[in-house]
């Protein structure tokens, strides 16, 4: 379904991880990003996490999210190798990587796709922003990161669709923001 809907770059091939462990997808991210050649078929994966709190290649856990809290509810906490902010995962939210040659690379273009597709298969009308992520209903619903290395790229993001809203705001509450 989703080839026929969605404009894939390049012959995409389509994965979907059945782990939920975050340090697994991340890493199989980061193997496929190494290891596959994108010049004749892009590819798209489909991943979903535990809930985690998954940070920026350069962000300090400390001002990002709330350790304390983190620990007490057995939330994970991990680092990725793209930029970007810090998000929470959990099974109400899918998370989507499209790995393509440099010349595909276009974030802009993918989340308008995504758009479309919820829209024309889901009656979902949610917006792109200028900054790159997706609202629906005036809810920020979408945020986006990438990589960009050598001749290939990946372009990620979040789209949360039923997260549990109390432990993601309290996750991304450091207590210790203003002190750092």
């Not at 404009?7 to 782990?19: G, V």
């Not at 994108?38 to 999210?65: D, H, K, M, Y």
């Not at 432990?167 to 991304?172: G, H, W, Y």
Request: with cysteine.
């Amino acid at each position: 379904m989703l080839g026929s809907v969605f404009n894939l770059p390049r012959n995409a091939r389509i994965l979907r991880s059945l782990s939920f462990d975050p340090f697994y997808n991340l890493a199989l991210e980061d193997w496929l990003f190494q290891n596959i050649n994108f010049t004749n078929n892009a590819l798209i994966l489909f991943w979903q996490n535990s809930p985690s709190v998954i940070l920026g290649s350069f962000q300090n856990p400390w001002r990002e999210a709330n350790i304390n809290f983190l620990k007490r509810n057995e939330i994970l906490l991990a680092r990725r190798n793209s930029g970007g902010g810090t998000v929470y995962h959990d099974m109400g939210n899918c998370n989507v990587t499209i790995l393509t040659i440099k010349s595909d690379y276009n974030r802009r273009r993918n989340l308008e796709e995504i758009c479309e597709v919820l829209r024309d298969n889901f009656s979902i009308s949610c917006q792109v922003t200028k900054k790159l992520d997706i609202f629906y209903n005036g809810f920020k619903v979408s945020g986006t990161a990438s990589r960009i290395a050598r001749d290939k790229t990946y372009h990620h993001f979040t789209l949360l669709f039923s997260s549990d809203t109390h432990l993601l705001k309290q996750s991304l509450q450091s207590p210790l923001k203003s002190n750092i």
